[in-house]
């Protein structure tokens, strides 16, 4: 017990100090039991001997314990105290002085109708000071009608149920203030709105395999399909029947897509379906083909597959060419992508023409090997000789028995391929062109004839070099 104490006569004689701020910041907008409970909580802060429980400040001040409980919960949401305990009730007050800014408040006359007839529709539950106060701010905020938001508040709870919260009810509230919808006749066209929707909405859970009500969001989904992105029923439909997940968030995905697409008609739809499932078919095929697997095909479509096709390859000629691709040992989407891109450069797109391309490297390779055997050597065919039949036959013009016979004479040479080029090279500059002409003039060219040392350079000029090895002046074939 402590050693010293006031007198009861000298405590009814003391003062409680309500701080300015609360009076002319907060006072005007409480009703008379809040202000009540205030007041007389910080009266029990100043008089530690009276009996501060939950129960007798209700018995005092004839307010029922859930209300105080309530006002003070409003009074932490809002800065004036600090709730430590909820059971049993322990409230610390704080310093007002001491908040960045005190929340506004709204002068409960003028929405005092508003407030008794938003209560009457949770005839279940006491509402918040809190909740009330958000109501308000959003009446201030939006200007929207007060009967207005009670319209939206009844259709939420008649959507959602009673235990709906009033973050959503006031969610809803900004989304169609958003859209100019602030009275009461804005609010029915709305809901008619709705109603207007039920046969197609009813359409649309069908094409989900969706049983139940629609809910709001959902309902709210179908408006913007149809009023603001502009799509028919029919097309809904034929888009919820196509997609793979259920729900209606994925459907607005879809829908989404499409609207960014411009594909909006139900025969649209139908045909863009058809597509993907061809480039979904493509793409496993050539994965079968090349030998991969992907868990998500979508990537691969759209960086591969949607690409090829635009350059006019189909399926047959993608899996001729991943089949291909796999027998030669290359592996994985990149390595397909670079060998299409050499096919397409050179014109090579439908599957004959990749067929007839493979039968003449064979046969090439064939006759280059010849070549190479004629010149002494076992080796096998390199992408090298490859470029050098090319520019042999294509380029220089000469036939495959003048190339062998240059071969003979390569044999026993240090650089076998080195002295074939020298030979034929030496050969179109003299405009030897039959094998009987080569035969006749089969002089080896002359090698290292005089020191590098003793040969007299000249210094040419950009212009000079610019027109032999200028962009225009010899392809990368040539090098």
Known sequence: MAFARFSSDFLMNNYTLVDNLFITELLPSLDADEIKIYIYGQYLCMNQ???????????ALSVAPSKIVDTFQFFEDNGLVKIKSKMPLEVEYL????????????????????????QTLFPNRMLT??????????????????DALLMITQFCIDTKGETVRYPYILTIARDWASQGVKTVEDVEVKLNDFETQSETMRKVLVALNRKGAAGLEEKQMLVNWTT?????????????????????????AKLNEFYKLSIFTEQEIKNY????DELEDIALTVNTEIGTSYRELEPEIETYIVPWTNKGFNKESLKKVAHY?????????????????????????????IDEFVSNQVQDGEKIKKIIETSGSMRNVTPADRTFYQTWTKDWGFTDDIILYAAELSLGKQYNMSYINQMLSKWKN??????????????????????????????YTKEDLKGIFGSNSISDSDL
């Open 325 to 353: 691709c796999f027998i030669s040992g290359v592996r994985g989407l990149d390595g397909l992508n670079n060998i299409i891109n050499n096919f397409y450069s050179k014109g090579i797109i439908s599957s004959e023409a």
């Open 430 to 459: 003299t405009g030897i062109t039959t094998l009987e002409e080569a035969k006749k003039n089969n002089t080896a060219p002359t090698q290292n004839a005089v020191p590098a040392t003793q040969i007299k350079t000249r210094e």
């Open 95 to 118: 310093c007002l002085k001491n908040q960045n800014q005190l929340p506004k408040k709204y002068k409960t006359g003028k929405y005092q109708d508003f407030a008794s007839h938003l």
């Open 129 to 146: 000071p809190n909740e009330y106060n958000e109501f308000m701010g959003f009446l201030e905020s939006s200007s929207m009608d007060q």
């Open 273 to 276: 379906n058809k597509y993907r």
């Open 228 to 252: 603001n992105l502009g799509f028919s029923t029919e097309a809904i439909i034929a888009a919820a029947k196509s997609s793979k997940s259920k729900t209606f968030k994925a459907l607005d």
């Open 49 to 59: 001997s009276k009996d501060n429980s939950l129960e007798e400040m209700g018995k």
